[in-house]
């Protein structure tokens, strides 16, 4: 089961809208898929057509210990995934937290009790590198990191790069980044063109090869509750997004080959 966390701690770079049509994508793959909103905007589930507004349980309850992971999976109907949602309630998990036994690992400890029920667990991290990000670090074996090409992209990163370096000194030892994905691009844009250039010369095959282009249908999407794919398919954030399921797909492929033998 891979388990990859979406994670920049710098806002609006869209994390959420890879999330949600990456995991709509990768289920129209014919992939067995959870999505876990772990931010308290709630902008997944909403994403994905729930209403976070009138959510009895949701992943707050499985953090602080009082319910399972499977407790509060709900389905999206329209995304043909599963998802763990959350809303505001969450924000109160941090400072709940605090002094309870392995806080890092409550994430972890509740994937492990799901089984292989799924082949991919999607994560959608806050725009922040506090508790609830740590706890997506510890429970993940790869982390996505979508950036936006801009003059600052690179000063943040540096940041979650160290935060990465020691959730792997000291919870999770094989937590690799899997992927820089480049989101919002706008190929006319020089700026974008050079920052572009400077991420593979940094980071070479770390850099996805797909490009997510600035769209308005997947900014228009989650108004409709669905994902893009239901929404507008032929639209070129769709096909963005369906090309970006194809590379995992892939690139876990040849991983599991290379284990092989
Ligand atoms: P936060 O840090 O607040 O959680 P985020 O990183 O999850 O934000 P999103 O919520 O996915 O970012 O995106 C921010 C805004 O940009 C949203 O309004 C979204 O609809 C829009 N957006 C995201 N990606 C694209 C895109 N490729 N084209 C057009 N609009 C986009
Ligand atoms: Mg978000």
């Given at each position: 089961?891979?388990?990859?966390?979406?994670?920049?701690?710098?806002?609006?770079?869209?994390?959420?809208?890879?999330?949600?049509?990456?995991?709509?994508?990768?289920?129209?793959?014919?992939?067995?898929?959870?999505?876990?909103?772990?931010?308290?905007?709630?902008?997944?589930?909403?994403?994905?057509?729930?209403?976070?507004?009138?959510?009895?349980?949701?992943?707050?309850?499985?953090?602080?210990?009082?319910?399972?992971?499977?407790?509060?999976?709900?389905?999206?109907?329209?995304?043909?995934?599963?998802?763990?949602?959350?809303?505001?309630?969450?924000?109160?998990?941090?400072?709940?937290l605090?002094?309870e036994?392995a806080r890092e690992?409550?994430?972890?400890?509740?994937?492990?009790?799901?089984?292989?029920?799924?082949?991919?667990?999607?994560?959608?991290?806050?725009?922040?590198?506090?508790?609830?990000?740590?706890?997506?670090?510890?429970?993940?074996?790869?982390?996505?990191?979508?950036?936006?090409?801009?003059?600052?992209?690179?000063?943040?990163?540096?940041?979650?790069?160290?935060?990465?370096?020691?959730?792997?000194?000291?919870?999770?030892?094989?937590?690799?980044?899997?992927?820089?994905?480049?989101?919002?691009?706008?190929?006319?844009?020089?700026?974008?063109?050079?920052?572009?250039?400077?991420?593979?010369?940094?980071?070479?095959?770390?850099?996805?090869?797909?490009?997510?282009?600035?769209?308005?249908?997947?900014?228009?999407?989650?108004?409709?509750?669905?994902?893009?794919?239901?929404?507008?398919?032929?639209?070129?954030?769709?096909?963005?997004?369906?090309?970006?399921?194809?590379?995992?797909?892939?690139?876990?492929?040849?991983?599991?080959?290379?284990?092989?033998?």
């Amino acid at each position: 089961m891979k388990i990859l966390a979406i994670t920049n701690q710098k806002g609006g770079v869209g994390k959420t809208t890879t999330c949600v049509n990456l995991a709509a994508s990768l289920a129209s793959l014919g992939k067995r898929v959870l999505l876990i909103d772990l931010d308290p905007q709630g902008n997944a589930s909403t994403g994905s057509g729930i209403d976070k507004a009138h959510l009895k349980l949701s992943i707050y309850h499985v953090l602080i210990g009082e319910q399972s992971l499977q407790e509060v999976v709900v389905k999206s109907e329209k995304g043909g995934f599963d998802l763990a949602p959350s809303n505001r309630e969450l924000a109160g998990a941090e400072v709940e937290l605090v002094n309870e036994l392995a806080r890092e690992n409550r994430l972890k400890a509740a994937i492990a009790n799901l089984g292989d029920a799924y082949d991919m667990v999607l994560l959608d991290c806050p725009p922040a590198l506090n508790l609830v990000t740590v706890n997506a670090l510890t429970a993940a074996n790869a982390v996505m990191i979508p950036m936006q090409c801009e003059y600052y992209a690179l000063e943040g990163l540096s940041d979650l790069v160290n935060t990465i370096k020691k959730v792997r000194a000291h919870l999770n030892p094989t937590l690799e980044i899997e992927g820089l994905l480049r989101t919002l691009f706008d190929s006319r844009n020089m700026l974008a063109q050079q920052v572009s250039a400077q991420l593979i010369s940094h980071f070479g095959n770390k850099v996805y090869k797909t490009i997510i282009p600035r769209n308005i249908r997947l900014a228009e999407a989650p108004s409709h509750g669905v994902p893009v794919l239901y929404y507008d398919k032929a639209s070129k954030g769709a096909i963005a997004y369906l090309d970006l399921a194809q590379e995992i797909v892939d690139k876990q492929n040849i991983s599991k080959e290379n284990k092989h033998g």
